[in-house]
């Protein structure tokens, strides 16, 4: 199944509650920074498109340069995308095939929407949270500006283009057992338990 969400939308949460469930997770975005790991070939690809100035000082990948780099610039997070989906889908084949017959597998995508490839799953679970929720998160929990969180929401789907994609909508705007709760009613619903 595929899991997105929002940004601060709290899929991290529900993917978290989904693996103490049994699910195997194959998280996209753990996967997209380990393709571009210092010393990678994804990360020689990503300097030879960019430019060594989004290198730390010890060789790594400058995320937060980088984020403000492609948040900012479409075109710019499509020439990224262009070098990292094809090291993470390669990746994604990888870790489908190690795992057990029967498992649920979790694919986590926070872009899930953007990339059309919803009706490629047997279902889609979209965590939801209204936007404000979201903007909120991310200004108290990640101590962004409200600039460069509205920037991060303004490069994602809307929330009505996800909730398109949804075969299951998991609300977040309620507490932590609620969310356990609701997570526990589609895990139970996609693996007949």
Known sequence: MGLTGGIASGKSTVSAILAELGAVII???????????????GLEA???????????????????AMGTLVFGDPAARKRLEAIVHPLVFERII???AQAQEGALVVHDIPLLAESGRGSTFDAVVVVDAPAQTQLERMVRDRGWTEDDAQARMAAQ??????????TYV????????????RVTEVFASLTGQ
């Open 46 to 64: 990503v300097v030879a498109e960019f430019g060594p100035g989004l290198l730390t000082p010890d060789g790594d990948l400058d995320r937060p």
């Open 94 to 96: 990888d870790l489908e």
């Open 170 to 181: 998991v609300d977040n705007t309620g507490t932590l057992e609620d969310l356990r709760h």
């Open 157 to 166: 789907a809307s929330r009505e283009d996800r909730l398109a994609i949804a």
């Open 27 to 41: 998280d996209a975005d753990a996967l997209a920074r380990e393709v571009v790991e210092k010393g990678s070939p």
